[in-house]
């Protein structure tokens, strides 16, 4: 009898502690009550993150000419060696002199070996060393005797020294005029290629150079070697120069 009494008091007992633990217990939340992960701890630092964002797929511009203030530089196939920056009349040139309204005084002249030119009306005038906007403008004041308010052009027809000249065994040896950049290459294709037996790994160029020793202006010859076959093979390009002004090609 008595164990019976004590199994009943434990039993009681052990009841009333679960029910004490019940009550302590935080009372479950319904999944719509329920805090998002990402809510229940809020940044205490006061500062708002900064959301996460995709790396950006726009193109750098950092190298590009126009970002780098890089300025972009006009081309020009013909380098500042090949161009004439004033061209000075010399003897031989043909020479062509418009007068507005004037057909009688408009013509083409010749200089002559003396460095003159004949002009109606006004006579001789020397024309060698000048440009042809220097030779107009006197041309004008000299007509200005003859004719109210003249207005004279004057350009260069056909120009005695802007040539160069093809010797040897080649197709077609002479004078060509230098008209724009020509470079050895191209000189012989103006002559026609080469004749039998000729040799072109052996071609030279004679440039008459100017040079000043002592206060004095003296001319010498340079002889440039020229080797076609590498050229041709694309080897020794820099053998391809540009021709100037009276250039001699001798092709052997």
């Given at each position: 009898?008595?164990?019976?009494?004590?199994?009943?008091?434990?039993?009681?007992?052990?009841?009333?502690?679960?029910?004490?633990?019940?009550?302590?217990?935080?009372?479950?939340?319904?999944?719509?009550?329920?805090?998002?992960?990402?809510?229940?701890?809020?940044?205490?630092?006061?500062?708002?993150?900064?959301?996460?964002?995709?790396?950006?797929?726009?193109?750098?511009?950092?190298?590009?000419?126009?970002?780098?203030?890089?300025?972009?530089?006009?081309?020009?196939?013909?380098?500042?060696?090949?161009?004439?920056?004033?061209?000075?009349?010399?003897?031989?040139?043909?020479?062509?002199?418009?007068?507005?309204?004037?057909?009688?005084l408009s013509r083409e002249l010749r200089v002559r070996p003396d460095g003159y030119?004949?002009?109606?009306?006004?006579?001789?005038?020397?024309?060698?060393?000048?440009?042809?906007?220097?030779?107009?403008?006197?041309?004008?004041?000299?007509?200005?005797?003859?004719?109210?308010?003249?207005?004279?052009?004057?350009?260069?027809?056909?120009?005695?020294?802007?040539?160069?000249?093809?010797?040897?065994?080649?197709?077609?040896?002479?004078?060509?005029?230098?008209?724009?950049?020509?470079?050895?290459?191209?000189?012989?294709?103006?002559?026609?290629?080469?004749?039998?037996?000729?040799?072109?790994?052996?071609?030279?160029?004679?440039?008459?150079?100017?040079?000043?020793?002592?206060?004095?202006?003296?001319?010498?010859?340079?002889?440039?070697?020229?080797?076609?076959?590498?050229?041709?093979?694309?080897?020794?390009?820099?053998?391809?120069?540009?021709?100037?002004?009276?250039?001699?090609?001798?092709?052997?």
């Open positions: 009898m008595a164990i019976h009494i004590v199994t009943v008091l434990l039993s009681v007992s052990t009841t009333v502690a679960t029910f004490a633990a019940a009550q302590d217990a935080p009372a479950p939340q319904s999944p719509a009550q329920q805090t998002p992960p990402a809510q229940q701890t809020p940044p205490r630092s006061g500062r708002t993150a900064a959301p996460a964002t995709a790396p950006s797929t726009a193109p750098s511009t950092a190298a590009s000419p126009a970002a780098s203030g890089a300025s972009e530089e006009l081309l020009s196939p013909y380098d500042r060696e090949s161009l004439t920056a004033e061209y000075r009349i010399a003897p031989g040139d043909v020479l062509q002199v418009f007068v507005w309204r004037e057909p009688d030119v004949s002009v109606p009306l006004i006579g001789d005038l020397f024309a060698v060393a000048k440009t042809p906007k220097r030779l107009a403008a006197e041309f004008t004041q000299a007509l200005s005797n003859f004719v109210n308010n003249p207005q004279v052009t004057v350009t260069l027809g056909t120009s005695s020294t802007l040539r160069f000249y093809v010797l040897g065994k080649v197709n077609k040896a002479g004078e060509f005029p230098l008209v724009g950049r020509t470079t050895v290459m191209q000189a012989l294709a103006l002559a026609g290629g080469f004749l039998e037996y000729a040799k072109p790994e052996e071609i030279k160029i004679l440039r008459q150079e100017l040079a000043t020793t002592g206060g004095k202006a003296k001319t010498h010859e340079v002889v440039l070697a020229v080797n076609y076959k590498a050229i041709a093979q694309g080897q020794n390009l820099q053998q391809n120069v540009v021709l100037k002004a009276g250039d001699v090609v001798v092709v052997p």
